[in-house]
């Protein structure tokens, strides 16, 4: 009886660990007989081309979300952990998981109407990078509030005794301790941002063109687009495009993963025991 | 007071995220005011999308201009949505329940991590990219095996799966996409409530005589009751959201209820990407501020979503499940 209740549970795994060999297998198969060295060095042209314009456009993109969300994520965090035991505190944590649970479509629907129209920043850089950044916020702030809250309270304490202040023990004390957490995390906010769709199409457009500097008024390209777009296009060399969009996208998300999921294992093994 | 610029720094950055979620519910709500007036409850009882006639001067009703016909009802995505989002947890939950059993019992220390990272890659996939999946391999499978051998076993005694069977875009391949979305938040979870139950719990259960997986059940199973149910919720929030996977694998209905599980559907995250451009072609403004009408109720759907799985699961949040 016991046997085949442990069959049913193995099954289980597999049931679900087929697909995703099945998807990774498909992905890399078809994306990378689509794989040339043009895909590289041009820019999308109508079906076909190459991504350079995309692949730079996720670049930029994921790039400016980060450089948004990481600060204010990582003060947020320190301050959920160094000053959050209150009311305030226990609030915005909740709220933080609010956020991770908002449809990225409505994020980007909001932005469409406050940045795109509201401000008439039209399709633009700007628009798509601030919509991302919303979107990975609470993942950096609460990394980084988990990283400082392992950091052991004797170390402050000892550096509160050296009559160092409160700026320089949670700078100099603190933050290198935490810093391999705060970097997960700021990893599996880029890897979240490299797979986005959906707060983008209304936010960041597509450009067939090289990104040409402008944060605000101009389009930009991005892969996950391709993959989306091109799929639905009666043309080989259109989907030849969309798998080889998708081969680069899950690649940059796997290896993202794969970083933050050794730097995790490496700094908090008695979590990853578990 | 000692003014102390440090914390002020640190509270400003803190304050961004409550900000930013009151910004989004006050800019939605003010976008899509003139829409929530037009279109009363009929927007949620309504049938029929209809942006009217575009090319005819718009007319005033209820006090708004609008095209003539316009109609805006989204009772079709709300039973897409729906639909899909009950089968796919319908699936998933048994699914995980076994996947966390036979992670967190049925393993032994060396092959853990491995097979743990197999589920929590699935994770990380991209939604666009099980949408490509979900497009070039699950729906030509359904239209030609999963679809057929489904109609001539239940299909027999089930109305719902019998019927025509279509191209293999609809309520099933999305069902089935979102499944697999799911299993990851809902098996990860109750892994780490079962990793954690303490081991005298155990040990007694099997001073009792129970078996392995008497244990498992009976004694196990049961003291992370909380964390399955807040689990399940979070993933039905998942479900009810996800916009491009279903978007690329569902058909895409309108106006139009699934009459069976291989039928088209259309959910309101992904009806609102793929509309916003015809929606754009109303010179009144009153189709996209529908829209966000819609992504309004999406919102205050995560929003109780979130409380609810707060709520049911009592403690405060859960760090390991990050």
């Not at chain 1, 990104?211 to 989907?239: C, D, K, M």
């Not at chain 2, 090319?55 to 095209?67: F, I, L, S, T, W």
């Not at chain 2, 036979?102 to 890659?121: T, Y």
């Not at chain 2, 309520?171 to 990793?195: E, F, K, Q, Y």
Request: aromatic share 10%; charged share 10%; glycine share 10%.
């Amino acid at each position: 009886m016991s046997g085949i209740n442990w069959l049913l549970s193995g099954l289980a795994f597999v049931v679900v660990a087929v697909p995703l060999l099945d998807i990774l297998y498909t992905i890399l198969d078809k994306g990378f007989s689509a794989l040339s060295f043009k895909l590289f060095t041009q820019v999308t042209n109508g079906i076909s081309g190459g991504l350079l314009n995309a692949i730079t456009g996720t670049l930029v993109l994921v790039a400016g979300a980060l450089l948004i969300a990481v600060p204010v994520g990582v003060l947020a965090g320190i301050h959920l952990s160094e000053f959050g035991r209150g009311r305030f505190g226990r609030l915005v944590r909740f709220l933080d998981d609010v956020l991770t649970g908002v449809p990225s479509i409505v994020l980007g629907y909001f932005s469409y109407v406050t940045l795109v129209i509201g401000l008439g920043w039209q399709f633009s850089v700007l628009a798509g990078s601030l919509t991302l950044a919303i979107m990975v916020v609470p993942y950096i702030a609460r990394f980084t509030e988990i990283a400082f809250s392992q950091v052991p309270n004797n170390l402050r304490e000892a550096g509160y005794a050296l009559g160092l202040r409160e700026f320089t023990v949670i700078t100099r004390i603190a933050l290198p301790l935490a810093l391999p957490g705060i970097l997960t995390g700021a990893l599996l906010a880029m890897a979240i941002s490299l797979g986005e769709t959906a707060p983008l199409i209304y936010t960041a457009g597509w450009s067939n063109f090289l990104w040409n500097g402008r944060l605000i008024h101009e389009p930009i390209g991005y892969l996950t687009y391709v993959i989306w777009s091109f799929i639905n296009q009666p043309y080989r060399s259109a989907h030849a495009l969309a798998f080889a969009a998708a081969f680069l996208v899950i690649l940059l998300v796997l290896l993202t993963n794969v970083a933050a999921t050794v730097l995790l294992r490496r700094t908090h093994p008695v979590r990853a025991g578990r | 007071m000692r003014l102390r610029p440090f914390r002020m720094v640190l509270l400003l950055a803190t304050s961004l995220i409550p900000l930013a979620l009151a910004a989004i519910f006050v800019f939605l709500v003010r976008y899509s005011w003139p829409a929530i007036h037009f279109n009363g409850v009929d927007f949620l009882g309504g049938h029929t999308w209809s942006l009217g006639n575009l090319y005819a001067n718009p007319v005033e009703r209820h006090g708004q201009q609008v095209p003539i016909g316009a109609d805006y009802g989204i009772l079709v995505f709300i039973v897409g949505t729906l639909s899909t989002s009950a089968i796919a947890l319908a699936l998933a939950i048994p699914v995980s329940l076994g996947v966390a059993i036979f992670l967190a019992e049925g393993l032994n220390a060396r092959l853990r991590p491995v097979l743990s990272f197999i589920v929590e890659l699935l994770a990380a996939v991209p939604s666009v990219v099980y949408g490509l999946w979900g497009y070039s391999v699950l729906t030509p499978l359904i239209a030609h095996d999963i679809g057929p051998a489904l109609r001539d076993s239940l299909g027999r005694f089930i109305p719902f799966f019998g019927g025509p069977i279509g191209s293999g875009y609809g309520l099933l391949a999305a069902s089935l996409v979102l499944a697999l979305m799911v299993v990851p938040i809902i098996a990860a979870t109750v892994r780490d409530g079962l990793a954690r139950v303490p081991a005298e719990t155990k040990e007694a259960a099997y001073a009792l005589g129970a078996t392995h997986f008497e244990v498992v059940r009976r004694a196990m199973l049961p003291m992370v009751r909380s964390n399955i149910i807040g689990a399940c919720i979070l993933g039905l929030g998942r479900a009810l959201g996800e916009t491009m996977a279903v978007l690329m694998v569902s058909g895409g209905a309108l106006n139009y209820f699934p009459d069976n599980v291989y039928s088209p559907v259309t959910t309101m995250a992904s009806f609102i990407v793929s509309q916003l451009d015809s929606a754009l072609q109303d010179p009144t403004g009153m189709a996209v501020r529908s829209l966000a009408e819609i992504a309004l109720i999406l919102f205050i759907i995560a929003v109780i979503t979130n409380m609810l799985a707060r709520f049911l699961t009592g403690s405060s949040r859960n760090v390991s499940s990050v």
